[in-house]
Every structure is written in structure tokens, then in C-alpha cells.
T-cell receptor
Framework: KNEVEQSPQNLTAQEGEFITINCSYS?????LHWLQQHPGGGIVSLFM???GKKKHGRLIATINIQEKHSSLHITASHPRDSAVYIC?????????FGTGTSLTVIP | KAGVTQTPRYLIKTRGQQVTLSCSPI?????VSWYQQTPGQGLQFLFE???????NKGNFPGRFSGRQFSNSRSEMNVSTLELGDSALYLC?????????????FGPGTRLLVL
């Protein structure tokens, strides 16, 4: 049983397209993180959310606590956005991770 | 500020050996968490240290242990290595403890067990 489900698993987009990655979870959470992992392993924390919406540059993250769902949107996608995007939820003092969405943006 | 650093970056060991990995957090950060990433299981939480004390622990056997020093640097140790321990081990630091904090990840140590 996975506490966190992400969709899609893989995504290929043309440069400039609007991208949405979804995350659903089944447990009560105190926070949700969106992480970006580039080839080679380095992980960058993009957002931490407990409610509402956050925006940073071309990235927007939203969370609906009642529906137990979060989305990560990328506007005007660029090849440098190609990476694996991972959703992680905090419940109690535990961290549960989604399996990631592999995004490839083609020029 | 320098980011989170991990040493070594790559390591090859054989079954039955033990290994120690090191993590230096961002200056001023007092909390260090460790994660294991494998192709099969994805990212999994190992443990979190704050003020030289383990605060939380994931679902891993006792072969996995860690500690934190007074300068917040942390080490994790895996004893009696198994093939399945081959993974990328990531540490992350945050100002304060708790998984609701923004975490800053290191580049990871890639461990291969033969």
C-alpha cells in the first residue's frame, strides 16, 4: 500500500507546454514537499506546502487538504526542466515519498 | 553559504563489510536527516538527528545506525552489508527539526555492494 501516488509516471512535453504533475495521498499530513531530482542524483526542494498555493518563477504548487491532493504546474516548460519530480508527505514524524514523475521536455 | 556536503561520493564494498558515510550540514542548520534511494523502493526515510539525538527513525533494520556530533555533522553506518543495500544515500539538513521544515539535500553517496 502506497501512502503517496503520483501521476503520470512519465511525461514528455514540447518546449513551451504547460505541465501538470499530480500527487494524491491517503494519510493525514502536516506538510507536503515537492522535490526535483536531476540526473546524477542531486535533489532540490521546490516547495513545502501545508495549504493553498505557492508560486516560484514558472513553478506553481497547489494543495487541497480536503481532497488529499496536490499538483505541481510548470508554465512555459523548458528542456532544463527535464528531471524527476517527487512528491513527499509528512505525517507524524515520518516522511513518505511518491515514486516520482519523470519529465522530459523536448526542444 | 556552502551547501550540504557528503563524503565519500562513491563507494564500493563487498557483502558483510561495514560502511560509514558522512554528512556536513549547512552552517547553522541543526537537524540532519538521512534517506535511501533505490530504483525499486524509491526514496525512503532512514532517520533524523537533532542535538546529537535521534528524533525519528524509518522502517530499517538495526544494521543501519547513525549519530550526530556537537557541530551538527552526522554519520551513518551500515553494518554487515547486503547486496540490497546498494543505493544512493542522501542526507538533508534543516534549521530546526521536524519533517515540516524545508530540507536542503546533499549530492548523495552512491554505494555499491558486490
Amino acid at each position: 500500500k502506497n501512502e503517496v501516488e503520483q501521476s503520470p509516471q512519465n511525461l514528455t512535453a514540447q518546449e513551451g507546454e504547460f505541465i501538470t504533475i499530480n500527487c494524491s495521498y491517503s494519510v493525514g499530513i502536516s506538510a507536503l514537499h515537492w522535490l526535483q531530482q536531476h540526473p546524477g542524483g542531486g535533489i532540490v526542494s521546490l516547495f513545502m506546502l501545508s495549504s493553498g498555493k505557492k508560486k516560484h518563477g514558472r513553478l506553481i504548487a497547489t494543495i487541497n487538504i480536503q481532497e488529499k491532493h496536490s499538483s505541481l504546474h510548470i508554465t512555459a516548460s523548458h528542456p532544463r526542466d527535464s528531471a524527476v519530480y517527487i512528491c513527499a508527505v509528512v505525517t507524524g514524524n515520518q516522511f513518505y515519498f511518491g515514486t516520482g514523475t519523470s519529465l522530459t521536455v523536448i526542444p | 553559504k556552502a551547501g550540504v556536503t557528503q563524503t565519500p561520493r562513491y563507494l564500493i564494498k563487498t557483502r558483510g563489510q561495514q560502511v560509514t558515510l558522512s554528512c556536513s550540514p549547512i552552517s547553522g542548520h541543526r537537524s540532519v536527516s538521512w534517506y535511501q534511494q533505490t530504483p525499486g523502493q524509491g526514496l525512503q526515510f532512514l532517520f533524523e538527528y537533532f542535538s546529537e539525538t535521534q528524533r525519528n527513525k524509518g522502517n530499517f533494520p538495526g544494521r543501519f545506525s547513525g549519530r550526530q556530533f556537537s557541530n551538527s555533522r552526522s554519520e551513518m553506518n551500515v553494518s554487515t552489508l547486503e547486496l540490497g543495500d546498494s543505493a544512493l544515500y542522501l542526507c538533508a539538513s534543516s534549521l530546526d527539526p521536524g519533517q515540516g521544515q524545508i530540507q536542503y539535500f546533499g549530492p548523495g553517496t552512491r554505494l555499491l555492494v558486490l
